[in-house]
């Protein structure tokens, strides 16, 4: 898949379900209920056991019927790693200029974390496909909104505190895509294995989505 492929299905359908646990031993089955309720963007934290592993799996099992990304990626070595092992994108919480630098040599998306305006723009200027704005609830769309005045040419992807009420306003405000952790992916969903519930909640997301974007 080329880079603007990857771009593109990050923004449509727009959500990248975030995949965080004490254990990934579900994960293939949660990619599964993504799947069914239209979220086909996905993103492993790196603080997951075994997520290079799970990253390998759900490629090999899913092929690109899901686009994988790694998330909470802190440094350049963590990057290129997860890279190699089958990941389309890569997400961190942070502005580390190092590791976009690494994903645009290899050609691969970054979405950077930053939350101030300084940062967001650091991260632009350095490379990164997409601002990863975090934790995007201190905030909310007003900010996303302020932001984007003097600054359009960011492509922002809010983390936290988006829900699928929450999701539209965030849409409105200028986002290009949204990343859902828990409030799309909880401990209890995967606990409980209520993998009908993930994809009536991930189909809600994305409905949201389209609706917002008319």
């Given at each position: 898949?080329?880079?603007?492929?990857?771009?593109?299905?990050?923004?449509?359908?727009?959500?990248?379900?975030?995949?965080?646990?004490?254990?990934?031993?579900?994960?293939?089955?949660?990619?599964?209920?993504?799947?069914?309720?239209?979220?086909?963007?996905?993103?492993?934290?790196?603080?997951?056991?075994?997520?290079?592993?799970?990253?390998?799996?759900?490629?090999?099992?899913?092929?690109?019927?899901?686009?994988?990304?790694?998330?909470?990626?802190?440094?350049?070595?963590?990057?290129?790693?997860?890279?190699?092992?089958?990941?389309?994108?890569?997400?961190?919480?942070?502005?580390?200029?190092?590791?976009?630098?690494?994903?645009?040599?290899?050609?691969?998306?970054?979405?950077?974390?930053?939350?101030?305006?300084?940062?967001?723009?650091?991260?632009?200027?350095?490379?990164a496909d997409f601002i990863k704005i975090f934790p995007a609830d201190l905030a909310g769309p007003a900010y996303i909104r302020a932001?984007?005045?003097?600054?359009?040419?960011?492509?922002?992807?809010?983390?936290?505190?988006?829900?699928?009420?929450?999701?539209?306003?965030?849409?409105?405000?200028?986002?290009?895509?949204?990343?859902?952790?828990?409030?799309?992916?909880?401990?209890?969903?995967?606990?409980?294995?209520?993998?009908?519930?993930?994809?009536?909640?991930?189909?809600?997301?994305?409905?949201?989505?389209?609706?917002?974007?008319?």
């Amino acid at each position: 898949m080329t880079n603007p492929e990857i771009l593109h299905r990050i923004i449509e359908p727009g959500i990248i379900a975030i995949l965080r646990a004490d254990s990934s031993d579900h994960f293939v089955q949660a990619a599964e209920a993504l799947l069914a309720g239209g979220v086909t963007a996905m993103e492993v934290t790196m603080t997951t056991p075994s997520a290079f592993e799970t990253i390998r799996g759900i490629t090999q099992r899913f092929g690109d019927e899901v686009l994988i990304g790694a998330g909470s990626v802190l440094d350049p070595e963590t990057a290129r790693r997860a890279i190699d092992t089958g990941a389309q994108f890569v997400v961190t919480p942070v502005t580390k200029p190092e590791v976009i630098r690494a994903c645009n040599q290899d050609e691969v998306p970054v979405a950077a974390g930053a939350f101030t305006p300084t940062e967001a723009l650091l991260a632009h200027e350095s490379g990164a496909d997409f601002i990863k704005i975090f934790p995007a609830d201190l905030a909310g769309p007003a900010y996303i909104r302020a932001l984007l005045a003097p600054l359009p040419m960011l492509r922002i992807i809010p983390t936290g505190g988006v829900t699928p009420t929450t999701a539209a306003d965030f849409i409105r405000a200028g986002c290009v895509a949204l990343g859902a952790g828990s409030a799309l992916v909880s401990r209890e969903i995967l606990k409980s294995k209520d993998w009908k519930s993930l994809g009536a909640t991930a189909a809600a997301f994305v409905e949201a989505v389209r609706k917002a974007r008319g």
